[in-house]
């Protein structure tokens, strides 16, 4: 039953992988020029039409493994905006991390190993950021009603 069953380890070899903007190949690079401060030798997945195509992504502090896909100017700040958001999910004790994490697994109808924001694309960004602050307001206005996790988000109140 097992015969040919070598998983393919998901490789990151910057050489197969494509800018989503322009289609140029993606460099594997120092941030030096890229970020303003790059003091902590940061290393990033950079479009190689950059900086005509400002498109790129971090890696994981200490690995080459990128933290989600190539996003530009624009994707990137919505990102950050939208973990800005789903971060007091959980930090305002709302909810458990890993709640809020099914949370958003069912928000972008993915399971839960892909529920991570720098997957997201400026649609679903847009989601996380509109549905996050109605749980946070929610949760200002009525402290006595304690946050029930509901499926799929909507909740009539
Ligand atoms: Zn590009």
């Given at each position: 039953m097992n015969k040919h069953n070598k998983k393919k380890r998901k490789g990151?070899?910057?050489?197969s992988m494509r800018c989503p903007y322009c289609g140029g190949t993606v460099v594997y690079r120092s941030a030096d020029g890229i970020y303003h401060d790059n003091s902590k030798g940061m290393m990033l997945y950079v479009c190689s039409n950059y900086p005509e195509c400002d498109s790129y992504v971090r890696v994981h502090a200490g690995t080459n493994?990128?933290?989600g896909s190539l996003a530009n100017h624009e994707l990137r700040s919505l990102r950050r905006t939208a973990h800005h958001y789903f971060d007091q999910l959980h930090e305002s004790g709302f909810m458990s991390k890993q709640d809020a994490y099914q949370w958003l697994a069912d928000l972008i109808c993915a399971p839960l190993s892909e529920a991570?924001?720098?997957?997201?694309g400026e649609y679903y960004c847009k989601q996380v950021i509109e549905e996050s602050r109605k749980i946070l307001n929610r949760n200002k206005k009525s402290d006595c009603h304690r946050f029930q996790v509901v499926r799929g988000g909507a909740l009539a109140s």
């Amino acid at each position: 039953m097992n015969k040919h069953n070598k998983k393919k380890r998901k490789g990151f070899n910057a050489s197969s992988m494509r800018c989503p903007y322009c289609g140029g190949t993606v460099v594997y690079r120092s941030a030096d020029g890229i970020y303003h401060d790059n003091s902590k030798g940061m290393m990033l997945y950079v479009c190689s039409n950059y900086p005509e195509c400002d498109s790129y992504v971090r890696v994981h502090a200490g690995t080459n493994i990128p933290v989600g896909s190539l996003a530009n100017h624009e994707l990137r700040s919505l990102r950050r905006t939208a973990h800005h958001y789903f971060d007091q999910l959980h930090e305002s004790g709302f909810m458990s991390k890993q709640d809020a994490y099914q949370w958003l697994a069912d928000l972008i109808c993915a399971p839960l190993s892909e529920a991570h924001i720098g997957h997201l694309g400026e649609y679903y960004c847009k989601q996380v950021i509109e549905e996050s602050r109605k749980i946070l307001n929610r949760n200002k206005k009525s402290d006595c009603h304690r946050f029930q996790v509901v499926r799929g988000g909507a909740l009539a109140s």
